[in-house]
């Protein structure tokens, strides 16, 4: 399919979005294939329908969820310094925009003539996107809702000379990847970035376990009411029947493979249904519904160099909780 050629933004506060999500449901699709396999899973891209972007929002005020605050200061602290290092005239490529509080704080100080944000939650993207347009109303914008966990080609513009194609990847979204599939998608993204290109991501690194589990599993059940929300999406909008109380929110740190696990378990042997077939279920057997890998900064350059990229640039913060890493394509 030929991809549409965004020219320059029409009026003040106005942004073009497009939409690349598949037709079809490749939600119905995904969950019957995942809950069909020996040990259960979910793809976590799913967490994102309107009450998940909520539930996400209130997970990064959460004190303790440290990530969005740390990685918030480390960009208000050298944004400048990152603006510098991307240079002037950059096309900026966000993917997992979100809420796109950071990207503010850069944008800023980057002052790029096009920004194109990339979200699988069409909604939250046009909506940050509009408010991005009414805070800098001469950047020109052209979201695109799409899957980056799949192949895509993204819009190329014309008529806006640029220097260099700068990808901003914030929020450690690259650990919900495990390293493997992290080095495709860095692969992708060194693809769309081209000869020249630029990298500015955000990284998790590794810290103690007890910081970790409860990053993970906080007091107030936020994280948990998130992810309880995609069985609640699929009675939605699939027609399942999850009773949610006979599934609790599991999450934990494992030091061996450098990753928080999260699950959702049985708590009863029982029979679900969706989409007309039928799932049984062991008391206290899961479904896999997400990983969150941490890294050394070492390990992460590393990984990135598999995908062609060359580490430039470290911001972090004094205890070194986050890192926020500057690559350019090799
Ligand atoms: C989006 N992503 C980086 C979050 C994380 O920390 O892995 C998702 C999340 N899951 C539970 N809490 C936050």
Redesign the pocket.
């Known amino acids: 399919m030929a991809q549409p050629q965004p020219q320059p933004r029409p009026a003040e506060g106005v942004v073009r979005c497009y939409n690349f999500l598949p037709e079809g449901n490749s939600f119905l699709d995904d969950v019957l294939a995942g809950l069909a396999r020996p040990r259960k899973t979910l793809p976590?891209k799913y967490?994102y329908d309107a009450r998940g972007c909520a539930l996400?929002e209130k997970?990064?005020e959460l004190p303790e969820?440290y990530?969005t605050r740390t990685e918030l200061a480390i960009m208000r602290e050298h944004a400048g310094a990152m603006a510098k290092f991307l240079g002037p005239g950059c096309q900026l490529i966000e993917f997992?925009s979100?809420s796109s509080t950071k990207t503010r704080i850069l944008i800023e100080r980057l002052q790029p003539p096009l920004y194109l944000p990339v979200d699988i939650a069409d909604g939250a993207m046009r909506a940050a996107a509009a408010g991005l347009a009414r805070a800098f109303p001469w950047l020109n914008i052209t979201g695109v809702c799409a899957d980056y966990t799949r192949p895509l080609t993204l819009p190329e513009f014309v008529g806006v000379p640029i220097r260099r194609k700068a990808v901003y990847f914030p929020?450690?979204?690259?650990?919900?990847f495990t390293p493997h599939e992290a080095i495709g998608f860095l692969q992708l993204v060194r693809r769309i970035a081209g000869t020249g290109g630029a990298l500015l991501i955000g990284v998790?690194l590794k810290k103690d376990k007890q910081v970790l589990d409860a990053?993970?599993d906080d007091a107030a059940g936020v994280?948990a009411a998130?992810?309880l929300n995609l069985l609640a999406r699929i009675n939605r909008e699939l027609g399942g029947d999850f009773q949610l109380r006979r599934f609790r929110h599991k999450?934990f740190y494992d030091e061996d493979k450098g990753w928080?696990e999260?699950h959702l378990e049985s708590l009863a042997s029982q029979i679900v249904h969706v989409g007309g077939e039928r799932f049984r279920f062991g008391a206290g057997e899961t479904i896999h519904t997400?990983i969150?890998c941490k890294y050394g900064i070492e390990e992460f350059q590393a990984l990135a160099q598999r995908a062609g990229f060359a580490a430039e640039q470290i911001w972090t913060d004094a205890a070194k909780l986050f890192s926020v890493q500057g690559m350019i394509v090799a």
């Open positions: 976590p967490f996400f997970i990064c969820y990530p997992g979100g929020g450690s979204t690259i650990g919900n998790d990053a993970y994280t998130f992810n999450a928080i999260m997400e969150s």
